[in-house]
């Protein structure tokens, strides 16, 4: 069964880093996504992207977030200067329509230290 | 504002305790209903969608029904592999299309 897929699993880094998500969507699906949450609390939308652009975004996801699609397989959340308040946990998604049902990958734990 | 609420917040049953979870919601339109499965660390996976009031699914144990204002998700016999923490999140028509999600309610199923 076909899965999203999301690398690294854990990533720790540096207030002021970079840092960049990895995800994999599912193949034929044509809408991606990124949430995140913090723990204890509910899953937040940052971002939506549809061909090749951005589709939507929510308040959070302001300058020093981007979001690419280097390949045909691969779609990635950059964070430029990682803050503290930015650990959490980073969820990809995709869809084949926007209302269709999104598929979550199992996320990439952020700690910003 | 757009807002979903689930209750309750936690819930603990036993093995073979049928039960309900709520997700009221107040979205602009709503354009889908879903409900996910979340473990500890884990990303959430998808149970149910449900588009239109009057609408139920099922699937094993679970069955998600859909009204004008809330959703519920029914829990029959659960057994202790049904804990988790499950979402409910609702998808808003309009110019800012998103996924609006509740806090969850943790479920505990005691064997």
């Known amino acids: 069964e076909p899965e999203v897929t999301q690398t690294p699993s854990h990533q720790v880094t540096q207030m002021g880093q970079e840092v960049i998500l990895r995800c994999v969507p599912i193949s034929n699906h044509l809408y991606f996504y990124w949430y995140r949450q913090i723990l204890g609390q509910k899953v937040e939308f940052l971002v939506s992207f549809y061909n090749n652009e ?3 975004k929510s308040e959070i996801f302001d300058d020093q977030f981007s979001v690419e699609r280097p390949d045909g397989s691969n779609f990635t959340l950059k ?16 869809s084949r329509a926007h209302t269709d049902t999104q598929y979550f990958g199992p996320g990439t734990r952020l700690t910003v230290l | 504002e757009d807002q979903v609420t689930q209750s309750p917040e936690a819930l603990r049953l036993q093995e073979g305790e ?26 959430p996976e998808f149970l149910f969608t449900l588009y239109s009031a009057g609408e139920e699914k099922e699937k094993e144990r679970l069955k998600a029904t859909l009204t004008k204002k809330e ?17 409910c999140a609702a998808l808003n028509a309009g110019n800012n299309r998103k996924l609006i999600w509740g806090l969850g309610t943790s479920l505990a199923v005691n064997p």
């Open chain 1, 54 to 56: 951005i589709s939507e």
């Open chain 1, 79 to 94: 964070i430029r200067s990682t803050k503290l308040e930015d650990s959490a946990m980073y969820f990809c998604a995709s």
């Open chain 2, 18 to 43: 049928s039960s309900s979870l709520n997700c009221s919601y107040t979205v602009s339109g709503l354009r889908g209903l879903f409900w996910y499965r979340q473990d500890p660390g884990k990303g």
């Open chain 2, 71 to 87: 959703s519920f998700l029914h829990i029959t016999a659960p057994k202790p592999e049904d804990s988790a923490t499950y979402l």
